[in-house]
């Protein structure tokens, strides 16, 4: 009996010491964990699932709204928008030119949606048969190949996971989104018995750098099982990152914390950029046209010129950009999407200096001009989003005496003047080396 209580106190000793509290980590060891992150800047968002198969039609008709929630807009029974399921087959799909893609374009890490509100999950997962190997015609482990191009190119592999599950009859108690009338549900055993063994699934499966949380405005979801989901995961993964809405703490679309201790790594702004910098860290996630999921008929696409400018702004204000696509059925990335990532890639292969692992600065703005600075604080990147006729003036940096001011992508230095308040006169040059902004490097630092 003595050797029974013995073993029982050194296992449960053993239990509890491996449950660290990640809640209060101190400022330097989040730092250090966040660093790859902060530094990277850009990310490839992918909304991709069965509903890339309607595409936002149903019934014949157009349904209002973004394509991935066509099962709540449209209406659509369970049992019919598991049709769509039975037809997900993208026989296209190509981790490696996705990737491919995304390196080209500057970004540093793939956020893909591992399961959305729609509950079907993109890889082999022993939880439930409602995955893309046992329910549809794919049978490929689509999480699994990405993971591997991934690993393979050097990229970040990150997943965005729905804590809101419409397929799950514990998951919701209204019923707003499934339309079932089911008896009261368990969403304690949907959460313990389903959400948290998925997701340490993904962690020990596919080693994820991120955990993209959403979904989580439902009633039954609480600030508490946050921050107990955010330290159980933690202890699975120690340097895993994981956002804001793992908890309930953001402000709606503006995404940042509502208070002090909010759960999460960074704040979630999404379709719109932060008005200025901020002391916690954030990421702006956008879509390129307006639908998250394929739309075929969301031809309102942002130009290349608007997407380079919002990576810029976002980068001089201290943030990173999670910048999306939705590929189709067949698992191609709509060709919009593609050729304006091969254009931000041509401007970043230049540019890329004034972008990743920079720092922002109180005074970010002077004009036309973003301002970042490289993180050894040697060099003021300023870059420029309007054309110049003649000569540009800048009253914002200090430059360090007898130094150079280069535009990033030219050989040669700019020919300036400094006047009597250290203002730079600079001679704007003939040939730019790229389109839709420019990057002067200035040795010195921010005056503010
Ligand atoms: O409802 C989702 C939506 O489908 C999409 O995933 C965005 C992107 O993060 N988040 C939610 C809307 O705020």
């Known amino acids: 009996m003595r050797l029974f209580f013995t073993l029982l106190c050194l296992v449960s000793l053993g239990f509890a ?8 980590e101190s400022v330097q060891q989040k730092s250090e964990r966040m660093e790859w992150w902060r530094d990277a800047t850009f ?8 509903y890339a198969v309607p595409a936002g039609e149903y019934k014949g008709k ?6 991935e929630w066509i099962m709540h807009t449209g209406n659509i029974p369970i049992n019919e928008y598991e049709t769509y399921v039975k037809q997900f087959n993208p026989t296209q799909f190509n981790a490696k030119e996705w990737v491919r893609i995304a390196k080209d374009a500057g970004m540093k890490y793939i956020v893909i949606t591992s399961k959305h509100h729609d509950g079907f999950s993109l890889w082999d997962s022993k939880v439930t048969n409602y995955d893309i190997i046992d329910d549809a015609p794919f049978k490929r482990d689509i999480l699994k190949e990405l993971s591997d191009a991934c690993n393979e190119a050097g990229m970040q592999m990150c997943f ?8 799950q009859p514990d998951a919701e108690s209204k019923k707003e989104y499934t339309h079932q009338n089911t008896v009261a549900p368990d969403f304690a055993r949907y959460r313990e018995t389903y959400l948290k063994p998925q997701l340490k699934e993904l962690v020990e499966k596919y080693d994820p750098a991120v955990l993209w949380f959403d979904g989580e405005w439902i009633p039954e979801w ?4 946050g921050r107990d989901l955010y330290n159980y995961l933690r202890n699975l993964k120690p340097n895993l990152i994981i956002n804001n809405r793992v908890g309930k703490g953001r402000a709606g679309m503006q995404g940042m914390n509502l208070y002090k201790n909010a759960a999460g790594d960074f704040g979630t702004p999404e379709q719109e950029i932060l008005e200025g ?22 031809h309102n696409w942002k130009s290349s010129e608007l997407l380079i400018h919002n990576l810029i702004d976002i980068a001089a204000k201290g943030g990173n950009y999670l910048l999306n696509v939705g590929p189709n059925a067949q698992g191609l990335i709509p060709v919009a999407s593609v050729e304006r990532l091969r254009e931000m890639g041509e401007w970043m292969k230049i540019n890329q200096d004034a972008i990743y692992a920079t720092n922002s600065t109180k005074k970010y703005k002077e004009g036309d001009v973003k301002y970042t600075v490289s993180k050894d604080g040697n060099f003021v990147y300023a870059i420029v989003t309007k054309p110049v006729v003649g000569e540009l ?7 360090k005496r007898g130094s150079k001011i280069y535009m ?14 250290g203002s730079l006169h600079i001679e704007w040059p003939k040939e730019l080396p790229c389109k839709y902004a420019w990057t002067l490097k200035i040795t010195g630092s921010p005056k503010f």
């Open 17 to 24: 010491q491996a449950q660290k509290d990640y809640l209060n």
């Open 43 to 50: 990310g490839m968002f992918i909304h991709w699932g069965p």
């Open 62 to 67: 157009d349904v209002n709204g973004v394509a």
């Open 160 to 167: 965005y996971h729905s804590i809101m599950d419409w397929h």
């Open 222 to 225: 609480t600030e508490e099982q």
């Open 277 to 298: 910098t901020s002391d916690t860290d954030w990421e702006s996630c956008m879509t390129m046209n307006d639908s998250w999921g394929f739309k075929k008929t969301d």
């Open 393 to 399: 003036v800048l009253h914002n940096v200090d430059l």
């Open 408 to 421: 990033l992508g030219v050989n040669d230095p700019l020919k300036f003047k400094a006047d009597s308040n």
